[in-house]
DNA sequence: ATGGCAATGTTTCATTGA
């Protein structure tokens, strides 16, 4: 079972781009972000002519999560949101997909550290650990993927110094994202060795992919019982070589199940 | 220290992103 995440920066402008990179790459599970789509928008007739059906939950502008799947292997129990945390912006759907539970995420941005969002990031984060320790209890076979908007270490930061303190790469966020992971999750990417200077972000400015200045943002974290079934992860970057991509890469994380 | 790039909305620029 493969399974990845994907902020497309608009599916409305990037859906020639999902459905050729489905085509190439037949994920049983792609855990979209930024949508940026109302659901009377979402283009599901298009994806169902790709082979896939879909999850999902937007708004105008900002924010929009989808879970996507083979028509042949439909997400069911869908929810949306973090229980018992209002929040306006649709930045969390959850299915199960194949005896795994999915759960795609949004992390906010936060602007900066000195920002009305960043209090809002990190109480974010809080609602979502406080979930994702219930829903560990009710599904073993649990991955919570998505921009998280964090970089967890040094080595994910093509200059550390130059981003210390700075929102994505603060110390409160890196924290946020480690307490998460003390719940009884684990980063695919890193359970495998990678190419030095893996990012899954560039800033379309500055020339940022091409001199490959960018953050590792994306992650998959998988439950304990997923981590040793899981055989692969890699980051797509080939995908933000193309014509009008976006500035994510997809990430794919291969499982082994029985 | 600054700006640069992209997408969206109601535009002819402002906001947001990361």
């Known amino acids: 079972m493969r399974i990845a995440t994907w902020n497309v920066n608009s599916l409305k402008i990037r859906l020639p781009h999902v459905l050729d990179w489905l085509q190439r790459h ?103 650990r406080d979930w994702l320790a219930e829903e560990a209890k009710a599904h073993p076979r649990l991955v919570v993927l998505g921009d998280w908007n964090v970089a967890p270490e040094d080595r ?30 684990h980063d695919a990417f890193r359970l495998f060795e990678q190419p030095p200077k893996s990012f899954s972000w560039w800033d379309y400015r500055m020339l940022g992919f091409r001199r490959n200045a960018g953050l590792r943002i994306d992650h998959i974290l998988l439950s304990d019982a997923l981590k040793p079934l899981c055989t692969a992860c890699v980051i797509d970057r080939d995908e933000r070589k193309k014509e009008q991509p976006s500035d994510h890469a997809p990430v794919i994380a291969t499982l082994t199940l029985d």
Not at 29 to 54: C, M, R, W
Not at 65 to 79: E, G, N, R
Not at 156 to 181: C, Y
């Open 156 to 185: 994910d930061v093509h200059d550390p110094k130059a981003w210390e303190g700075q929102v994505l790469f603060s110390e409160p966020e890196k924290a946020a994202l480690k307490a998460i992971e003390a719940i009884g999750f």
């Open 26 to 128: 037949p994920v049983e599970v792609l855990a979209v972000q930024e949508t940026k789509l109302t659901d009377d928008k979402f283009p599901s007739a298009a994806l169902a002519e790709g082979g896939y059906g879909a999850a999902f939950i937007g708004q105008k502008t900002y924010n929009g999560v989808a879970i996507l799947t083979p028509l042949a292997m439909p997400a069911s129990d869908v929810t949306i949101d973090i229980p018992g945390f209002a929040d306006e912006q649709k930045r969390v759907i959850a299915a199960t997909v194949n005896g795994v539970r999915v759960v795609c995420v949004y992390v906010p941005n936060g602007q900066s550290v000195e920002s009305e969002k960043y209090v809002y990031k990190l109480a974010w984060f809080q609602a979502l």
